[in-house]
């Protein structure tokens, strides 16, 4: 056991320059899918480094390891930066050169191919021309594992579900004894049972990052009963602020809004009552959003007030409080957005101030937006309801008596957490039940 895990420590350095393993979770998979007698299915944030669970594994392998990614823009980022590690990798793809793709293929084809990682799109497996280079490499035993990046792709429920992720679960029948690793982001209950059973996974060892941060506290204030609701907003953040003083640095924060509009008012009033907020949105210039992003990045500014277009591969450790002034689309969004605050692991707050005026916007939203779909197609599709039931779980997280906590776990398919007071249920139900109890009175009145 302790050689595997020198072999394996030795590898990660001498390939990849790494010291040690990101996790310990990282470690595990790893040594699940060079162990090779299981298929593996794997749940963890992005920028955990999932690639490396079956790069590393690929490099200790005698064959080859296929690779599965959604776009040709994602696999030559990868493949790139696997041949500056001097890693034989390759994609062959619709856009590459026919002189190159012979050489490849003729790589694949010889008695001992120098490649270590090809990575492909699900349009590429199905295409004929490929058929025969596949069967060959996999009843000459040539074929490691079989990697399935983006697994959630496979997924109707999912948003970027892709026709040709279903094609997979064939693919994978034609390779028997080939183990196969399915890679996805924390993903809803759903999305996970799709990815399981459309991949024909068998009996698949299962590796997720706990959902449950217990550095986070959410809380949830119904904004129609505040009297002045950036007041409200205004005392939360600087409060936030102060929570990690000291320990690294000043924190900052982001409030999240739906609207263009939105976000220039609440940054207006936040700085008229004190606190250096900016709007950031894509009705900025191009100059000035950069400006803006590099501000807060840089602690000049410590609130940002920006639509969802904000926070995609921002990764910045002291975000000491993120507010949504509107309820997020889905619950599986707002633990993403919500998820920005406290990488650090230093407490931090995650607040979001709901309102049923929101609540029917939103929904109105929805509904048009499906409406929209339906005329483009033609017809209805069972998965026009998904995106409303990912909004009503969103809402019943709000409008819920219960764990906030325990909501978003239950939701990712992961165990009911030991919240410990860090939501407003847990620390005072009566708060929440009294709030509840009185939103219900102003809108009956
Ligand atoms: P994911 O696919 O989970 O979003 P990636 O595989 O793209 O994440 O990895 C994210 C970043 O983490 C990459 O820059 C990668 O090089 C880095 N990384 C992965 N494993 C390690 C490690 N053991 N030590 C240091 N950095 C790592
Ligand atoms: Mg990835
Ligand atoms: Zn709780």
Redesign the pocket.
């Known amino acids: 056991k302790q050689t595997m895990t020198t072999t394996l420590k030795q590898a990660?350095k001498a390939h990849?320059g790494?010291?040690?393993?990101?996790?310990k979770l990282?470690e595990d998979i790893v040594k699940a899918v060079v162990r090779g007698d299981r298929d593996v299915f794997v749940c963890?944030?992005?920028?955990?480094?999932?690639?490396?669970?079956y790069q590393l594994p690929a490099m200790l392998a005698e064959g080859i390891t296929l690779v599965i990614s959604p776009l040709i823009a994602l696999i030559q980022d990868?493949v790139d930066?696997l041949k500056d590690l001097n890693i034989p990798a390759c994609s062959i793809n619709s856009k590459l050169p026919a002189g190159e793709r012979r050489l490849i293929l003729a790589d694949l084809e010889s008695s001992s191919p120098k490649l270590k990682l090809l990575y492909i799109t699900p349009e590429m497996v199905a295409s004929p021309s490929f058929q025969p280079c596949l069967t060959g490499l996999c009843s000459r035993g040539l074929l490691s594992y079989l990697a399935v990046?983006e697994a959630h792709c496979v997924s109707q429920w999912g948003h970027d579900f892709r026709p040709d992720y279903l094609k997979l679960g064939d693919l994978r029948a034609r390779l028997p004894g080939v183990p196969c690793l399915a890679?996805t982001?924390t993903a809803p209950k759903n999305v996970q049972d799709d990815i399981l059973k459309s991949l024909r996974l068998q009996l698949p060892l299962s590796f997720a990052s706990p959902v449950f941060r217990s550095n986070l506290h959410y809380d949830v204030i119904f904004r129609e009963l505040l009297p002045n609701p950036y007041v409200h907003l205004h005392a939360f953040i600087t409060k936030a602020l102060e929570q990690g003083n000291g320990s690294n640095g000043k924190g900052c924060g982001i409030v999240y809004c739906r609207t263009r509009e939105g976000c220039e008012t609440v940054a207006y009033q936040l700085t008229k009552l004190g606190v250096l907020a900016k709007a950031y949105h894509a009705g900025l210039k191009a100059g000035d959003r950069i400006e803006v992003q590099n501000d807060w990045m840089q602690g000049k500014v410590l609130v940002i007030v920006a639509t969802i277009s904000f926070g995609m591969g921002v990764d910045k450790p002291n975000v000491r409080f993120v507010a949504h002034w509107n309820v997020a689309k889905s619950l599986a969004s707002y633990y993403q957005e919500s998820g920005r605050a406290g990488r650090d692991g230093l407490p931090s707050s995650c607040r979001t101030y709901y309102s049923a005026k929101d609540k029917e916007q939103i929904s109105f939203l929805i509904r048009q937006e499906v409406t929209r779909k339906q005329e483009k197609r033609g017809s209805a599709q069972e998965t026009d309801k998904m995106a409303m039931k990912d909004f009503e779980a969103m809402v019943s997280f709000c409008e819920q008596e219960g764990c906030r906590h325990a909501t978003i776990s239950k939701f990712f398919g992961d165990k009911t957490p030991n919240c410990a007071g860090a939501c407003d249920y847990c620390s005072n139900p009566k708060v929440v039940r009294a709030q509840i109890a009185r939103a219900a009175a102003l809108s009956t009145r």
């Open positions: 990660l990849f790494f010291d040690s393993f990101r996790s990282q963890m944030p992005t920028g955990a480094g999932k690639s490396l669970c990868q930066r990046d890679l982001a």
